[in-house]
């Protein structure tokens, strides 16, 4: 099964709104989680990333937020624009298992409309 | 300049053929990855390799065997390529000494038909 799942492939936002993006997790043991932006025939890049001491990190426009009981992150995008618009990956691994495996969601394309 | 190298870009080869596809870096990390992305499957882990000759299956080995010889190079193989094999794929690395997870370093990806 889809260890890693964003539940939405899509997303429109209109631009100055708030984008809310997805994750849910199935492994107990993940302790690392990350957020990825792709756009069109390009390389994912890490946006940001949070470890499993603090439910919460900020930065910039990005915050990410982590509910560890209901095994779900997700990141949120103030002030969106339309150089937001892409594919947002989420991500997840163990920090402390011996394994440097991430694994990724299957994505949610985000299009923010001005 | 920190970079994740893939080559080729672009590569269409017929069914039963052998592909080789060829990722370097020049950060010295230890850790090699090597993803295929398909619609609504996102980037699935095919092996990952955490230095030279020290390789484990990802989550969709089959069909597929890596090789990696030098630090800085890590290959990926497909023996008798076939059709269901053609995708996206994406080569990363990471620092990761201590088999951890943390942040991956992408390839610009190669574009495979197998027609």
């Known amino acids: 099964g889809q260890q890693v799942k964003q539940s939405s492939p899509s997303l429109t936002v209109q631009e100055g709104g708030i984008s809310i993006l997805n994750c849910d997790y199935e492994?107990?043991?993940?302790?690392?989680f990350a957020w990825y932006k792709k756009y069109p025939d390009n390389s994912p890049t890490l946006l940001i990333s949070v470890r499993s001491n603090v439910d919460k990190r900020e930065d910039g426009r990005l915050t990410v937020f982590l509910n560890k009981s209901g095994k779900h992150f997700s990141l949120h995008i103030t002030a969106s624009q339309p150089e937001d618009t892409a594919v947002y990956l989420c991500?997840?691994?163990?920090?402390?298992?011996?394994?440097?495996?991430?694994?990724f969601g299957e994505g949610t394309k985000l299009t923010v409309s001005s | 300049d920190m970079k994740v190298t893939q080559m080729p870009r672009y590569l269409i080869k017929r069914m039963g053929e052998n592909v080789l596809l060829e990722c370097g870096q020049d950060m010295s990390h230890e850790t090699m990855y090597w993803y295929r992305q398909d619609p609504g499957l996102g980037l699935q882990l095919i092996y990952i390799?955490?230095?030279?000759?020290?390789?484990s299956e990802g989550d969709i080995p089959k069909g597929y065997r890596v090789s990696r010889k030098k630090r800085e190079h890590f290959s990926l193989i497909l023996d008798s390529a076939k059709t269901n094999q053609t995708s996206v794929y994406f080569c990363a690395s990471s620092l990761s000494t201590g088999r951890s997870a943390e942040t991956l370093y992408f390839g610009s990806g190669t574009r495979l038909t197998v027609l």
């Open positions: 492994n107990d043991m993940f302790d690392y």
């Open positions: 390799s955490y230095d030279v000759d020290s390789n």
């Open positions: 991500a997840a691994g163990e920090n402390q298992g011996g394994s440097a495996k991430l694994i």
